[in-house]
């Protein structure tokens, strides 16, 4: 029976539960364990394919299709483990599942109650995940803060696995330490709060992440350990790091590996960190940088710029980066920019290399057309994802063939040349308005064709399988027509014959994917597109 791990967040979201999380599983693994991880969002969507990603950031897509939240990401970088359906549960999810049964009367008869049902059906995934992977740890984060409505059943789950089973759980609370400027001292208060509320919530917790600008000296170890309930040791600095990467390594300085071996009475199989050190070591070392451009429109959210919409590529870029010593040097470029003004394209030079990634609607996109011609005669290394192949076909299909009508049906349901078009399954779904977790989700297989790039790239590869989520895909009608004037596809899957990657000759990089390679990009193993178009870039 393996070890569960609950992380709870108080005080305010955005702490960086997350990256807490997945660090508390890579010390873990680096002790010679096999760590999963589960995410428990309180919110009612059956997934995250349905948000807008201004307001929920990025949509991870899995190999089995689940369209989860990012969080999940940072699990399978940290841990380099695929996940799935199993390590990702919401209320919706949760409701769902119950309610099926109940209307399969596999209930036997007796009222269906929210407490312990609901609970119970939390445990039941938690469990399963941990099953999957054979895992000696389980890590279960709790979205949302501690005292919310929304995530008291998820609470009361890990109470009664507790309950059930009590010296195989142990609690984690990450709270959040100001220091105000107008005091200039650490402020202990809403971290002891949110203690309160999960006590409130018959939950005490073991060990106490206190995350902070700055580490937490003895005074505040101690006030956190008196009026908390933990011994100070117990009481952990989780101080803002350069790189999210860092904090697995900042984390066992404090020791935290051991003090959760030791309440759990077990002793680690090994001590790992090696090449995570070396990661490390690399990413504060390297100083000549490769600048990228990204061009999306999933940035502004009032006065803020928002990250979070292209986490995956962002990491993916990093990744790439370091293998090459290169500090990556990533700005967000504006697709809306270059409608207004076709001259704003001239800063386009200014970069080593041009990303458009996945997106959807028509905001923006005549912008990033621009952009894709811009980058493909200048000859700036250029990478599109997902839309950004379509965008880049329909590039081609205007200013190479002479299509000059060429677009894609997603932005002009009555196009006459729709070179990107929708399949007849998805035209039926969209018709009956079934969006929810309908496109075409998952792990695909694609073969590539020996003597491109791509394969090349892959490693002479012949066969390779990249993750999707999107609707639309190149009309093998337009197929003949885009090959004849230049236009490689380099890789199609084998199928349904869905073209997945393009490439040009005569440029130091123009590839694109209709999947998304961002999704499989590893910290110490960078994905193939990826790492070849840094290694273009830098060269630039
Ligand atoms: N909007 C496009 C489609 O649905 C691309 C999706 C994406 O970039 N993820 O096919």
Redesign the pocket.
Do not use: A, N, W
């Given at each position: 029976m393996p070890k569960y791990i609950f992380v709870a967040g108080g005080v305010m979201s955005s702490i960086g539960k997350g990256v807490a999380t997945a660090s508390i599983g890579k010390i873990l693994e680096g002790k010679g364990f096999k760590v999963t991880a589960v995410k428990n969002d309180p919110y009612i969507n059956v997934d995250a394919g349905t948000m807008n990603p201004v307001e929920h950031g990025e949509v991870f897509v899995t190999d089995d299709g689940t369209e989860s939240d990012q969080d999940l990401g940072n699990y399978e970088r940290f841990l380099d483990e695929n996940l799935g359906s199993v390590n990702y549960a919401t209320t919706g999810r949760v409701y769902l599942s119950v309610i099926e049964r109940e209307r399969n009367l596999e209930y036997n008869g007796r009222c269906v109650e929210v407490v312990p049902d609901i609970p119970n059906e939390v445990i039941r995934r938690i469990k399963a995940a941990g099953k999957k992977s054979r895992a000696d740890f389980v890590l279960i984060e709790i979205g949302g803060t501690v005292g919310e409505y929304q995530n008291m059943l998820f609470l009361e789950a890990a109470r009664m696995l507790k309950l059930q089973n009590p010296k195989d759980v142990l609690f984690i609370l990450m709270g959040y330490l100001p220091i105000p400027e107008m005091v200039g001292e650490m402020k202990t208060k809403p971290t002891q709060n949110a203690v309160k509320m999960l006590n409130g919530a018959g939950i005490q917790p073991d060990i106490i992440l206190g995350r902070s600008s700055q580490p937490l000296d003895e005074p505040r170890k101690r006030k956190i350990s008196t009026f908390c309930n933990v011994d100070p040791k117990d009481v952990i600095s989780a101080t803002d790091a350069k790189s999210i990467y860092e904090v697995p390594l900042n984390y066992e300085r404090e020791n935290l590996s051991s003090r959760i071996l030791s309440k759990f009475r077990m002793r680690p199989r090994k001590n790992n960190f090696k090449e995570w050190e070396k990661l490390i070591d690399t990413i504060h070392n390297a100083t000549k940088p490769v600048k990228i451009g990204i061009i999306g429109k999933y940035f502004e959210s009032g006065k803020f710029t928002l990250m979070d919409s292209y986490i995956s590529v962002i990491e993916s870029i990093k990744h790439a980066a370091w293998h090459y010593d290169r500090k990556p040097e990533i700005t967000w470029l504006s697709a809306e920019n270059y409608e207004e003004n076709p001259k704003n394209l001239e800063e386009l030079k200014e970069y080593d290399g041009i990303i458009i990634?996945?997106?959807?609607?028509s905001r923006g996109v005549e912008g990033k057309i621009k952009a894709i011609e811009y980058v493909r005669t200048n000859k700036i290394p250029f990478l599109g994802?997902?839309?950004?192949m379509?965008l880049a076909t329909i590039e081609f299909a205007r200013h190479a063939c002479g299509l000059d009508k060429a677009t894609?049906r997603?932005f002009n349901p009555k196009t006459e040349q729709p070179v990107?078009d929708?399949m007849d399954e998805q035209k039926a779904l969209i018709n009956e308005k079934k969006f929810g977790g309908t496109?075409?989700l998952g792990a695909y297989d694609c073969e590539l064709a020996v003597g491109t790039r791509a394969f090349e790239i892959y490693g002479n590869q012949k066969l390779i399988s990249e993750r999707?989520?999107?609707?639309?895909?190149l009309n093998n009608d337009y197929r003949k027509t885009l090959e004849d004037c230049g236009l490689i596809m380099s890789g199609v899957n084998p199928e349904k014959n869905l073209v997945e990657i393009i490439e040009l000759k005569n440029h130091p990089f123009f590839m694109a994917s209709?999947f998304?390679p961002e999704f499989k990009s590893r910290p110490l193993r960078p994905h193939p597109l990826f790492r070849e178009f840094i290694r273009c870039a830098a060269k630039q």
């Open positions: 990634p996945g997106g959807f609607g994802l997902c839309l950004g379509q894609s997603e990107i929708v496109m075409r999707h989520r999107h609707r639309y895909e209709q998304h």
